[in-house]
């Protein structure tokens, strides 16, 4: 049985605290885990790495 670490969710910085649409990320050394801030208890995504990376290069264009 293995035992998964407790993640250190961040809030993304665009967060209001307005009730707004937000996203938490909490980075792993090959996984980033994403979710919706508004209901955490929602199982959120887990994606690679490099992916994610890819992704936030592509968004901030």
Request: aromatic share 8%; with cysteine.
């Amino acid at each position: 049985m293995s035992v998964e670490p407790e993640l250190d969710w961040v809030k993304s910085s665009y967060s209001t605290g307005d009730g707004g649409q937000c996203v938490e990320v909490a980075v792993c050394p090959h996984v980033v885990h994403v979710r919706d801030s508004k209901d955490i208890t929602c199982a959120g995504l887990a994606v690679d790495a490099a992916a994610w990376t890819a992704f936030v290069g592509f968004a901030v264009r």
